[in-house]
């Protein structure tokens, strides 16, 4: 199938800046959308940015203007840059990509979810 590989979490003083990067390996044809997701404690997973195979992006209102999402088609892999990091962006970030497998079956696959810390 389709694995994703999350690194680059960690812990990070407010202000400070981090680099998410997801790769996905495996029986993979295509791959469509990917993007990063986040869930704080006691909250619902949401959305940060996606970006499609053409390169178009879409962020969520609390990441615009501080997150940069980007991708590299040749190895399948996304990457989120993260700047001027707030405490309330604590979450476990998750990879998320839309893939079509050689079996020509398309689906959502996700990665293990990596944790960022904002703290002083």
């Known amino acids: 199938q389709v694995q994703l590989v999350e690194s680059g979490g960690g812990l990070v003083q407010p202000g400070g800046s981090l680099r998410l990067s997801c790769a996905a390996s495996g029986s993979i044809f295509s791959v469509f959308s990917m993007g990063w997701y986040r869930q704080a404690p006691g909250k619902q997973r949401e959305l940060v940015a996606v970006?499609?195979?053409?390169?178009?992006?879409n962020y969520a209102e609390s990441a615009k203007g501080r997150f940069i999402i980007s991708r590299d088609n040749a190895k399948n892999t996304v990457y989120l840059q993260m700047n001027s990091l707030k405490p309330e962006d604590t979450a476990v970030y998750y990879c998320n990509a839309d893939c079509l497998i050689v079996t020509m079956r398309r689906d959502d696959y996700w990665g293990q979810g990596t944790q960022v810390t904002v703290s002083s």
């Open positions: 970006i499609n195979s053409g390169g178009s992006t």
